[in-house]
């Protein structure tokens, strides 16, 4: 079923165009989700909140962009709304148990996409949600100012924080190596 | 501009790492979206399945003429002492209620499964009681009393339900309950309640007092006994039943960081239920009866289908084993099917399992209608593997794999049922019809592969017992 069938399967509320749409876009959208939420359970109810959106919303699709990156807006835009309800964003772990609690083991390379989804969901849920949003999902600062009511230089400080913490957590699990700093990179910095 | 550029890679390479995530959601994700927008489903098979045990059930009833006061416990209150020797007193009455039928004492059997009737009739008596009176009064209809000075005196020791074959003149022999009473009416003197069209059907029905014993009564007392069923009895039963399965996995031997699956097993692998069958015999043997044991053998097909995905070539899947004591081994195996694909690549394998099992349980009678019975049942069944073909999921769900050498010879499987039970005219075939749910205890694969497989069958157990 081509994609332009599916969405007007789904405009006429059609169930079969609905489980393709679902079936075809909710394994890489729960990813999305997962990277934002808590646990499992917490990024299937996102996806589910996300999804009924979706169908519900679907007639404003104007076929300007892509369709995937619409209903992956409305997923992030989704997962953003659901922590701010859950007032998730004043939730810290500590970043050094929680790497340290992992079994130290050279990552296979098939796995490396599951394991740095597990080190990014090790940060606190603000530098998480930043980290999100600038670096995979594509804001900018600005924008995701407006998204999570804060401010522009609030967010790049954020990003930064959840980044440096990020580098922490793949050298010890041993994902990334550390880089190599030279004289000049130390100047230049 | 090192620095610069390393900021640059990292946030490449986690944007790329985290786009090549898949996740698949479970199944109460679609669920609960459909019935969000759709409405909640009720689910077709629940009610299919009610609706076929329903009209089998209401079926069998109609067809076996129940009585009207189905439900009704029977008993004889107060019941008469059997003596052979006593004088007729003619102050003794004797209420009778609900539907009234005196039996033809020429006949000299009567018995219906494990109900038995004993009557013992005074000599005198016996002449006069050939005769049957037929549905004489109804429930609503107040009492009526028969002076049995003129009338026989049936001396009843238990509940009584006769055979139609045995009892000529009698269409059918239904429940009498008998009580002493004070008060002495004849039918002459009828209470008030009594019309004047059920006292002239009674009238008629009832013995003429002068008609003489054509029946020797030293020989009805020899043959008014009647021969008790044997306890003994041979049960053959088919059972089609849909296999369903139940996962769970050791965390402590999958979640290892270099095979942690973000995904849930459950969201990971799907099934669909497919046909399988049971074919079995037992022994059955009435302790009381309400209560009997049985134990048999049967053979048990059962089957059920993967969602998979076709590899071009074969992939290597990894196997993680528990081998006690923190120690962990891993099989390599490459004859494997992949669980994760593109759709044109979607395809089912299908688990197989023929059983060999040796039922040991019993049934208990719930509730006796006229002739048919409510029974629960409950059977462990020591299960001997035969042969199967068994896909095993990979540690970290991305495929399958043939292990057969991990999988178990041995296990124990526990069935219960309800069923009705329906007897014939003689009451030593009986037909039963009823759901059945049969769980197996241990899981599929033996203890160190850490995902747990139980097996659940629904089935519609239909089956013949024979009295031996």
Same mark, same amino acid.
């Given at each position: 079923?081509?994609?332009?069938?599916?969405?007007?399967?789904?405009?006429?509320?059609?169930?079969?165009?609905?489980?393709?749409?679902?079936?075809?876009?909710?394994?890489?959208?729960?990813?999305?989700?997962?990277?934002?939420?808590?646990?499992?359970?917490?990024?299937?109810?996102?996806?589910?909140?996300?999804?009924?959106?979706?169908?519900?919303?679907?007639?404003?699709?104007?076929?300007?962009?892509?369709?995937?990156?619409?209903?992956?807006?409305?997923?992030?835009?989704?997962?953003?709304?659901?922590?701010?309800?859950?007032?998730?964003?004043?939730?810290?772990?500590?970043?050094?148990?929680?790497?340290?609690?992992?079994?130290?083991?050279?990552?296979?390379?098939?796995?490396?996409?599951?394991?740095?989804?597990?080190?990014?969901?090790?940060?606190?849920?603000?530098?998480?949600?930043?980290?999100?949003?600038?670096?995979?999902?594509?804001?900018?600062?600005?924008?995701?100012?407006?998204?999570?009511?804060?401010?522009?230089?609030?967010?790049?400080?954020?990003?930064?924080?959840?980044?440096?913490?990020?580098?922490?957590?793949?050298?010890?699990?041993?994902?990334?190596?550390?880089?190599?700093?030279?004289?000049?990179?130390?100047?230049?910095? | 501009?090192?620095?610069?550029?390393?900021?640059?890679?990292?946030?490449?390479?986690?944007?790329?790492?985290?786009? +090549?995530?898949?996740?698949?959601?479970?199944?109460?994700?679609?669920?609960?979206?459909?019935?969000?927008?759709?409405?909640?489903?009720?689910?077709?098979?629940?009610?299919?399945?009610?609706?076929?045990?329903?009209?089998?059930?209401?079926?069998?009833?109609?067809?076996?003429?129940?009585?009207?006061?189905?439900?009704?416990?029977?008993?004889?209150?107060?019941?008469?002492?059997?003596?052979?020797?006593?004088?007729?007193?003619?102050?003794?009455?004797?209420?009778?209620?609900?539907?009234?039928?005196?039996?033809?004492?020429?006949?000299?059997?009567?018995?219906?499964?494990?109900?038995?009737?004993?009557?013992?009739?005074?000599?005198?008596?016996?002449?006069?009681?050939?005769?049957?009176?037929?549905?004489?009064?109804?429930?609503?209809?107040?009492?009526?009393?028969?002076?049995?000075?003129?009338?026989?005196?049936?001396?009843?020791?238990?509940?009584?339900?006769?055979?139609?074959?045995?009892?000529?003149?009698?269409?059918?022999?239904?429940?009498?309950?008998?009580?002493?009473?004070?008060?002495?009416?004849?039918?002459?003197?009828?209470?008030?309640?009594?019309?004047?069209?059920?006292?002239?059907?009674?009238?008629?029905?009832?013995?003429?007092?002068?008609?003489?014993?054509?029946?020797?009564?030293?020989?009805?007392?020899?043959?008014?006994?009647?021969?008790?069923?044997?306890?003994?009895?041979?049960?053959?039963?088919?059972?089609?039943?849909?296999?369903?399965?139940?996962?769970?996995?050791?965390?402590?031997?999958?979640?290892?960081?270099?095979?942690?699956?973000?995904?849930?097993?459950?969201?990971?692998?799907?099934?669909?239920?497919?046909?399988?069958?049971?074919?079995?015999?037992?022994?059955?043997?009435?302790?009381? +009866?309400?209560?009997?044991?049985?134990?048999?053998?049967?053979?048990?097909?059962?089957?059920?289908?993967? +969602?998979?995905?076709?590899?071009?070539?074969?992939?290597?899947?990894?196997?993680?084993?528990?081998?006690?004591?923190?120690?962990? +081994?891993?099989?390599?195996?490459?004859?494997?099917?992949?669980?994760?694909?593109?759709?044109?690549?979607?395809?089912?394998?299908?688990?197989?399992?023929?059983?060999?099992?040796?039922?040991?349980?019993?049934?208990?009678?719930?509730?006796?209608?006229?002739?048919?019975?409510?029974?629960?049942?409950?059977?462990?069944?020591?299960?001997?593997?035969?042969?199967?073909?068994?896909?095993?999921?990979?540690?970290?769900?991305?495929?399958?794999?043939?292990?057969?050498?991990?999988?178990?010879?041995?296990?124990?499987?526990?069935?219960?049922?309800?069923?009705?039970?329906?007897?014939?005219?003689?009451?030593?075939?009986?037909?039963?019809?009823?759901?059945?749910?049969?769980?197996?205890?241990?899981?599929?694969?033996?203890?160190?592969?850490?995902?747990?497989?139980?097996?659940?069958?629904?089935?519609?157990?239909?089956?013949?017992?024979?009295?031996?």
């Amino acid at each position: 079923m081509t994609e332009d069938l599916i969405i007007a399967g789904c405009l006429q509320n059609h169930p079969v165009a609905q489980r393709e749409l679902y079936n075809r876009y909710s394994p890489k959208m729960l990813a999305v989700c997962y990277r934002f939420a808590h646990s499992r359970e917490d990024a299937e109810d996102m996806l589910q909140e996300g999804f009924i959106k979706v169908f519900s919303q679907i007639h404003t699709f104007q076929n300007k962009g892509a369709f995937e990156g619409w209903i992956r807006r409305i997923i992030v835009h989704t997962c953003i709304n659901v922590l701010k309800r859950n007032k998730k964003f004043t939730e810290a772990v500590n970043i050094e148990y929680a790497v340290e609690a992992q079994v130290k083991e050279i990552i296979p390379a098939i796995m490396q996409a599951k394991q740095v989804v597990e080190c990014i969901r090790l940060l606190p849920t603000g530098y998480r949600t930043v980290l999100n949003l600038y670096a995979i999902e594509g804001y900018s600062h600005r924008e995701i100012g407006d998204i999570l009511d804060i401010g522009e230089s609030t967010s790049r400080s954020q990003y930064t924080r959840a980044k440096a913490m990020l580098e922490q957590v793949l050298i010890k699990k041993r994902i990334i190596d550390k880089p190599e700093l030279q004289p000049d990179v130390m100047i230049a910095f | 501009m090192k620095r610069k550029l390393y900021q640059d890679e990292l946030e490449d390479f986690l944007s790329a790492s985290a786009e +090549d995530l898949r996740m698949y959601p479970s199944s109460r994700v679609w669920h609960n979206i459909d019935n969000k927008i759709h409405g909640e489903k009720k689910w077709p098979a629940l009610t299919f399945a009610a609706f076929l045990i329903g009209a089998i059930s209401l079926a069998g009833l109609i067809l076996m003429k129940p009585d009207k006061d189905l439900f009704k416990p029977r008993h004889i209150t107060n019941t008469v002492a059997a003596n052979t020797n006593a004088q007729p007193q003619a102050s003794k009455a004797f209420v009778v209620s609900e539907n009234l039928i005196v039996a033809n004492s020429g006949k000299n059997q009567a018995a219906d499964g494990d109900e038995l009737m004993q009557v013992l009739m005074n000599e005198q008596d016996l002449a006069t009681a050939n005769t049957v009176v037929e549905n004489a009064l109804r429930q609503e209809e107040p009492t009526i009393t028969v002076n049995t000075a003129q009338y026989p005196q049936a001396v009843l020791q238990s509940s009584v339900l006769l055979n139609e074959e045995d009892w000529t003149g009698a269409n059918r022999v239904q429940s009498i309950t008998l009580r002493e009473e004070s008060n002495n009416y004849t039918l002459n003197e009828l209470p008030a309640g009594i019309n004047a069209e059920t006292a002239a059907r009674l009238s008629a029905a009832l013995p003429q007092p002068q008609a003489k014993s054509t029946v020797d009564a030293e020989a009805l007392a020899n043959t008014v006994s009647l021969k008790k069923a044997s306890k003994w009895s041979l049960q053959y039963y088919a059972t089609p039943s849909l296999s369903y399965r139940l996962l769970s996995e050791v965390k402590d031997v999958n979640n290892t960081s270099s095979i942690a699956a973000p995904n849930s097993l459950n969201a990971m692998v799907n099934h669909k239920p497919k046909l399988g069958l049971e074919l079995g015999s037992a022994v059955m043997y009435n302790v009381t +009866d309400y209560f009997s044991v049985k134990a048999g053998l049967q053979l048990n097909y059962r089957q059920y289908a993967i +969602d998979a995905y076709a590899t071009p070539a074969n992939q290597p899947a990894m196997i993680r084993i528990d081998r006690g004591n923190n120690r962990f +081994d891993t099989i390599y195996a490459n004859n494997s099917i992949s669980n994760v694909g593109p759709q044109q690549n979607e395809m089912q394998v299908t688990n197989h399992y023929f059983q060999l099992a040796m039922p040991v349980g019993f049934e208990l009678s719930m509730a006796t209608f006229n002739t048919s019975k409510f029974v629960l049942a409950a059977t462990f069944q020591p299960t001997y593997n035969i042969g199967q073909q068994s896909w095993l999921i990979s540690s970290d769900y991305q495929s399958y794999v043939k292990q057969p050498d991990l999988m178990r010879k041995w296990n124990f499987n526990t069935g219960v049922e309800a069923f009705l039970r329906f007897s014939n005219k003689s009451g030593n075939l009986n037909w039963q019809v009823g759901p059945q749910i049969r769980y197996q205890l241990l899981p599929g694969a033996q203890k160190k592969y850490p995902v747990r497989e139980h097996l659940i069958d629904y089935g519609l157990k239909i089956g013949v017992s024979k009295t031996l």
